[in-house]
């Protein structure tokens, strides 16, 4: 039976850093939706459009993006590299286990930004209505990409952590006599 909990966990622990760049990928893709909309709307009084066609407020909503997704990818790292920590029978478990705790802050901190939805937000205090507008209505929703990657990443934790607390016990059951007093002198 640990067999089936083995490749579960991993797979969980690698969905934080892959619905990260899910996100970062929605978002790209509504804040394209959002351009060309701008630039169709009569109201556009005209402005810089860059060699990818993003208008000004497209470029400063997708670096917002960008920087929300990065960020959540970089957190999402940590959580899965430790995750793979954890299934050693070693020691250290428990600053591992300190330090995702202290990792739960900017997880938290990134969707909170994300579920503000920032292209919404600076189009708004541009007064860009035709890019708001142009905005896909699912766009907001891609916010809780990043909260199932960490709930997700949160329950991979907890069988890595299982997993290796499990071999540990396997471990001590097995050492030999002369393992223990060498690993007692080191």
Same mark, same amino acid.
């Given at each position: 039976?640990? &067999?089936? !909990?083995?490749?579960?966990?991993?797979?969980?622990?690698? /969905?934080?850093?892959?619905?990260?760049?899910?996100?970062? !990928?929605? !978002?790209?893709?509504? *804040?394209?939706?959002?351009?060309?909309?701008?630039?169709?709307?009569?109201?556009?009084?005209?402005?810089?459009?860059?060699?990818?066609?993003?208008?000004?407020?497209?470029?400063?909503?997708?670096?917002?993006?960008?920087?929300?997704? #990065?960020?959540? !990818?970089?957190?999402? #790292?940590?959580?899965?590299?430790?995750?793979?920590?954890?299934? &050693?029978?070693?020691?250290?478990?428990?600053?591992?286990? *300190?330090?995702?705790?202290?990792?739960?802050?900017?997880?938290?901190? *990134? @969707?909170?930004?994300?579920?503000?939805?920032?292209?919404?937000?600076?189009?708004? #205090?541009?007064? +860009?209505?035709? @890019?708001?507008?142009? #905005?896909?209505?699912? +766009?907001?929703?891609?916010?809780?990409?990043?909260?199932?990657?960490? /709930?997700?990443?949160?329950?991979?934790?907890?069988?890595?952590?299982?997993?290796?607390?499990?071999?540990?016990?396997?471990?001590?059951? +097995?050492?030999?006599?002369?393992?223990?007093?060498?690993?007692?002198?080191?």
């Amino acid at each position: 039976m640990a &067999r089936i !909990g083995r490749p579960a966990g991993l797979v969980l622990l690698a /969905l934080g850093p892959v619905l990260a760049a899910a996100y970062a !990928g929605a !978002g790209h893709l509504g *804040v394209r939706a959002a351009v060309r909309a701008q630039i169709a709307d009569p109201k556009w009084e005209g402005g810089t459009i860059d060699d990818s066609g993003m208008t000004s407020t497209g470029t400063d909503a997708w670096q917002m993006i960008l920087l929300t997704a #990065l960020l959540a !990818g970089l957190v999402a #790292l940590a959580y899965l590299v430790i995750g793979l920590l954890l299934r &050693r029978p070693r020691r250290g478990r428990t600053a591992l286990l *300190v330090v995702s705790g202290v990792l739960v802050l900017p997880y938290t901190l *990134v @969707f909170a930004v994300a579920l503000i939805n920032p292209a919404r937000a600076l189009a708004g #205090l541009t007064g +860009q209505s035709g @890019f708001v507008a142009g #905005l896909p209505g699912w +766009q907001s929703y891609a916010a809780y990409l990043i909260l199932i990657g960490g /709930l997700a990443q949160a329950a991979g934790m907890v069988m890595a952590a299982a997993d290796g607390r499990r071999a540990a016990a396997a471990g001590k059951g +097995q050492e030999s006599p002369q393992s223990s007093a060498a690993e007692a002198r080191s």
